[in-house]
């Protein structure tokens, strides 16, 4: 049984503009200790899927039409504030991603540290802050015992990250989700963030929701992938099924538009035309207007996730029908 | 911050100097004299008093010997109370003033954070659209409007107050409400709006996402901040205090130190202006350099260099 | 980034490129038009200030009788047909006197705002431009004087100077310049590191033409938005002046004045009080929406405090 399991999530947004379909029926699961990777541009509804599933959606304008996500026999999108606050920080904790916003400037580091085991394991200060000198040392910062009692800004952008996945990871939770926490931080910085969040799993066993719009850092990071557009998951499989064996053309694209597959002086890929606006009803495939291999009928019928391979969906009705064949390992 | 204080401290002799200053001057340009408002003064009694005050001495003379005196914290005499002296009227009728100011004060601070607070958690709901309708009302009706539409309502029609007089507790009612909740509109506004700034700032979802209670999120993770701008307000709000209690006073006829400043200033008491405004001034100087230590003390981003 | 849930699009995307660009001058200002139309509190505020305003203005001549001629026989009397808004105790129509003060106040409101706002645009403008010591020396300045009791002062003018209207005008603006000062200081600070006045600089252009040409016109809509929320200032610190006697003198008449003769009355005769009360809150109210509302047509990054 997976430890989380998500069924047709919708997220709207109610707007004076009109209602945006933010999420639109995503389905997935997490397999306890696997690190699941969520892939897609600005707008493809990627956070807004994981902070629907912790609460975390302003409503309104947000709303959560409809869903389930089965966690430990709770179902986090219907049951009480109270049975998910309960499960916030301390089952599931979360690591945003601009470090420089996301911890309190006016509170102490050790203060914020703390909050979780004074929530969630009912211990006085005093305990709490024994245990969390030696959880800031495991992230690597240096003189914990004096720097905890330091405030954010006294800290760069790649500490305070540091400080926040030791704040998430102090209850050894057993979902880490991490939206993005490298794409604020310096290039060198974000590739010690990842090494960072690989070893603390490794050595809690905790599963990881990594949210990245970057699909080089899911190759060596995650073991499956799940790629998003328009609100929906457009393609589902392992990390090498999606890279190698590709059957969606957007998550081609995106493979093209990777600057590091680019010869030095090549024109960067981009993929043509916008991201569809989500307040209007799209019937087919929201992809469609952008795809080189689209036909009309793409556009018109409604099309589901469908596994092709064992492990493997995709959302593209020409490669589920096999009129088409991407991604042919070379 | 014991240096920044010194320092401050420091700055504020050659302001208080200069308003010295100004203000002699300004006062003795000024046409007519204390002496001159005494109807019909026999010019041999004219003469003893304007030795007495030491008019008959130069201007210069006059002014060294005032800041002379000054220097000692000696205001001089009153020339219209004879036989008070300045810092003896000022240390009679201060406390007065000081007492209907801190009820207002608390008041204003008290409701207005309250108000604003509420408001800003509760968006777009009755408990926000109430509360700021008020205080949107209270901005709209100075106290000047407000004290006389109060001693009508509560004092003329309902008989539950005195229309005027500071004798009994319940008298100190109507003038700290007047005082008072013009500032606490001020107040609800400016934290309202300090709140709703903060509660949309990312660090309010990490709080949330820790799991923790939304008592504490709000308690410990938005007022600090929320409230900033509640702070910063206060210095302009002690000064407007002041001058509000130049009003509350005269309108219930109250023994405070606004009322003696507006009737010296009636009276061309030359040396009661000139102490008042000094007195006015130090203080001012002294709330603002508290509110200044205050907000480096609550943003940890600030420091006092 | 992905879609975040402030990213939702709740108002229209605030126009910071656009503010900078002066090609796109006309749209922005056209925008701002249309926002303000949008938010009906604000145009409600400018219906009510400007039917206030014109009715000040055109009213007296409308009205049979004049604002200062006694009628002792006549006496005070309650709101009837003749005296729409009744009679003060010297026989007086209340309704010709709150015109009259209506203009008084009005006025006063617009020439002290128009004083604040030459000093302040211009102290701000050249620090801001100059930036470095200057700047710091000239804003230390402002700091200085934002911690001095101004009423005090502009009370302490009126005594000496005798209470003439010209001269409050006068008064009023020069300590209502800071604020504005400030604002305008620091739209000029953060521009001048704009690409586009460093183009003009590059051309060559002198410094008054780029002040002139480049920089004011852009620093136009926070000077409009403070502008419409000095006049409510102004108006309130001469009502102050005029309530406690110290500004307007009777026979003339000003919004202050009326409710402080209202106000002494007001248990016996309390239409005097609650006319003048009622016209000068709601032209207090209708200045603070209309700015409110500008502000956020205009200025759409700062926030509402």
Not at chain 1, 54 to 62: A, D
Not at chain 1, 174 to 193: G, H, K, M, R, S
Not at chain 2, 88 to 94: D, M, R
Not at chain 2, 129 to 151: D, E, H, K, Q, R
């Amino acid at each position: 049984m997976p430890l989380l399991g998500v069924q047709d999530l919708k997220t709207y947004f109610h707007t004076r503009h009109g209602t945006v379909r933010a999420i639109d029926g995503v389905s997935f699961t997490l397999e306890p200790g696997e690190t699941l990777g969520i892939v897609g541009e600005s707008g493809s509804g990627k956070s807004v899927t994981l902070y629907s599933l912790l609460g975390l959606i302003p409503q309104p304008p947000g709303k959560i039409e409809s869903g389930t996500a089965r966690f430990n026999g709770a179902d986090l999108l219907n049951c009480s504030l109270q049975t998910l606050r309960g499960i916030r920080g301390k089952q599931i904790s979360m690591v945003f991603q601009d470090p420089m916003t996301s911890l309190n400037p006016y509170l102490r580091i050790s203060t914020q540290l703390i909050e979780p085991l004074m929530v969630h394991e009912r211990i006085n200060k005093k305990q709490a802050l024994a245990r969390a000198i030696p959880a800031l040392e495991e992230v690597g910062i240096q003189d914990a015992s004096t720097s905890i009692h330091r405030y954010p800004h006294e800290f760069s952008g790649g500490m305070r990250q540091r400080v926040m996945i030791a704040m998430a990871l102090i209850t050894r939770p057993q979902i880490l989700i991490a939206d993005e926490p490298t794409t604020a931080l310096d290039v060198t910085v974000q590739a010690q963030i990842l090494e960072l969040i690989k070893q603390r799993q490794k050595d809690l066993g905790t599963a990881v929701i990594y949210v990245t719009h970057d699909l080089g850092v899911v190759a060596g990071f995650c073991d499956r992938v799940n790629v998003m557009y328009a609100g929906k998951i457009v393609e589902s499989g392992s990390t090498s099924d999606i890279y190698y064996r590709s059957q969606h053309p957007y998550t081609v694209a995106l493979q093209k538009s990777i600057p590091a597959l680019h010869q030095k002086g090549e024109d960067l890929y981009t993929i043509p035309g916008m991201p569809p606006d989500l307040v209007r009803e799209i019937p087919g495939c929201a992809f469609a207007e952008r795809c080189e291999y689209a036909r009309d009928r793409c556009t018109t019928t409604a099309i589901a996730l469908k596994e092709t391979a064992p492990g493997h969906a995709t959302a593209c009705l020409r490669t589920q029908d096999g009129e088409i064949e991407l991604g042919q390992e070379d | 911050m014991l240096k920044f204080i010194c320092i401050r401290i420091l700055q504020t002799i050659p302001v208080l100097l200069i308003i010295a200053t100004l203000t002699f001057f300004m006062v003795r340009l000024a046409p007519g004299d204390p002496i001159s408002n005494e109807k019909t003064v026999p010019p041999e009694i004219r003469a003893n008093l304007e030795a007495f005050y030491g008019f008959d001495d130069s201007l210069w003379v006059q002014y060294l010997r005032y800041m002379g005196n000054l220097l000692h914290g000696d205001l001089g005499p009153s020339y219209k109370y004879v036989g008070w002296s300045v810092n003896e009227l000022i240390a009679q009728s201060f406390p007065v003033s000081l007492e209907l100011g801190i009820y207002a004060f608390i008041i204003a601070l008290l409701l207005g954070t309250a108000a604003g607070v509420v408001a800003a958690l509760k968006k777009n709901s009755l408990a926000d659209y109430v509360p700021m309708s008020f205080a949107m009302a209270g901005i709209c009706l100075p106290t000047f409007v407000m004290g006389p539409m109060l001693v009508l309502v509560f004092a003329m029609w309902l008989g539950w107050f005195n229309p005027l007089g500071w004798t009994y507790w319940y008298d100190r009612v109507l003038p700290a409400l007047t005082l008072g909740l013009y500032y606490s509109a001020y107040i609800a506004r400016l934290s309202r709006g300090g709140m709703l700034e903060i509660l949309s700032q990312d660090f309010i979802r990490t709080a949330r996402a820790k799991g923790l209670p939304e008592k504490i999120v709000v308690l410990r993770h938005a007022i600090k901040g929320g409230l900033l701008p509640v702070i910063s307000f206060m210095g302009p709000a002690f000064a407007g205090l002041i001058s509000g209690s130049f009003v509350v006073e005269t309108i219930f006829f109250i023994p405070g130190l606004g009322r003696f400043f507006i009737m010296a200033a009636f009276n061309r008491d030359y040396t009661m202006i000139l102490g008042t405004v000094l007195f006015y001034a130090t203080l001012i100087i002294i709330l603002n350099l508290v509110v200044d230590v205050l907000l480096v003390l609550l943003n940890p981003r600030m420091s006092f260099d | 980034m992905s879609v975040m849930p402030t990213d939702i699009p709740e108002n229209d995307p605030a126009p910071e490129i656009r503010a900078a660009d002066l090609e796109e001058g006309t749209s922005l200002w056209k925008d701002a038009w249309h926002r303000l139309c949008q938010n009906h509190l604000a145009i409600l505020g400018l219906g009510i200030f400007v039917f206030v305003t014109l009715l000040s203005i055109f009213g007296p001549f409308l009205t049979p009788y004049s604002y200062e001629t006694t009628n002792l026989a006549y006496g005070p009397r309650p709101p009837s047909l003749e005296h729409w808004l009744g009679t003060d105790d010297l026989g007086r129509d209340l309704l010709t006197r709150l015109l009259h003060g209506g203009r008084v106040s009005i006025g006063v409101g617009f020439c002290a705002t128009a004083v604040s706002l030459l000093i302040g645009v211009l102290y701000g403008a050249v620090s801001g431009y100059l930036g470095g010591k200057t700047d710091a020396v000239m804003m230390r300045l402002v700091d200085i004087l934002y911690a001095l009791p101004f009423t005090i002062f502009v009370i302490l003018l009126m005594v000496i100077f005798g209470r003439n209207i010209i001269l409050l005008f006068v008064a009023i603006g020069a300590v209502e310049w800071l604020t504005m000062a400030r604002i305008v200081r620091g739209q000029v600070s953060v521009l001048k590191t704009r690409e586009f006045i460093e183009a003009a600089v590059s051309l060559g252009l002198n410094q008054r033409r780029i002040i002139l040409r480049h920089i004011i016109p852009n620093v136009l809509g926070p000077i409009i938005v403070y502008s419409t929320l000095t006049v409510p200032a102004v108006m309130l610190l001469e009502a102050v002046l005029s309530f406690l006697g110290l500004g307007v003198q009777p026979p003339m008449s000003s919004w202050g004045l009326l409710i402080k003769e209202g106000a002494e009355k007001m248990d016996v005769y309390p239409w005097l009080l609650i006319s003048p009360a009622l016209i000068f809150s709601a032209t207090l109210f209708s200045l603070n929406f209309l700015g409110d509302g500008l502000r956020d047509a205009l200025d759409p990054q700062s926030s509402t405090d």
